[in-house]
């Protein structure tokens, strides 16, 4: 197993474990306003601190595969890992874009949609970029 | 990222090459251990860049590393006059 794979592996299973931990009391307490920037923080510094430690370890256990540089097998599989993840991200917002409607959230709704748009101006403008920079 | 009109012979080309390891070729070439695996199995099919490369260690022409079989291809199948 390659180093970007074992990483990829520490990655799935933190988000997994944090996330379950970070949802668990909203499911206990039926409220999904129960966490706040606390925890969010909380989260994040867990995810960095875990997966940092999670990477020393595995440089130390490995440290020839650790120090191989990404190829272009990994780049295609980030990439395409990345586009799920968009895609994800993508209906996540259009949940969220849906709630805030509903709830008459304007300024929520406002960021949900302008972040898409944003997202596809951002999107078309690389595509242009590249399209023209190959031409 | 599978290609099943391309096959390749690296296998037998590594072998005859003093039973070179995977690890080796991956080195010369540039690429990850498990990128090799995945090319000698056809599951994945490598820039045309790392092609050359792979041919390159063996010191022999492209076409004897990756063989291509437009009758596999679909692209090509469904262009065909």
Known sequence: ?135 | MASKSIANTIRTLRFNAGEMTQSQLAERVGVTRQTIISIEKGKYAPSLEVAFRIAAVFDAPIGEVFQYDPALDRVFQKHAP
């Open chain 1, 1 to 135: 197993m390659s180093f970007k794979e074992i990483s990829t592996w520490i990655m799935l299973a933190l988000f997994a474990a944090l996330g379950f931990a970070y949802v668990s009391p909203m499911i206990e307490t039926r409220s999904f306003a129960s966490a706040g920037g606390e925890q969010i923080l909380g989260f994040v510094i867990a995810f960095v601190v875990l997966f940092t430690i999670a990477h020393i370890v595995i440089a130390i256990a490995a440290p020839k595969a650790a120090n191989a540089a990404e190829d272009e097998r990994d780049h295609r599989i980030e990439l395409y890992g990345e586009r799920a993840g968009a895609y994800a991200l993508g209906a996540v917002v259009l949940f969220g874009l849906a709630v805030a409607l509903i709830t008459d959230n304007r300024l929520f709704a406002n960021i949900f949609f302008l972040g898409l748009v944003w997202s596809e101006i951002v999107k078309a403008a690389w595509q242009l970029a590249l399209y023209r920079r190959d031409a």
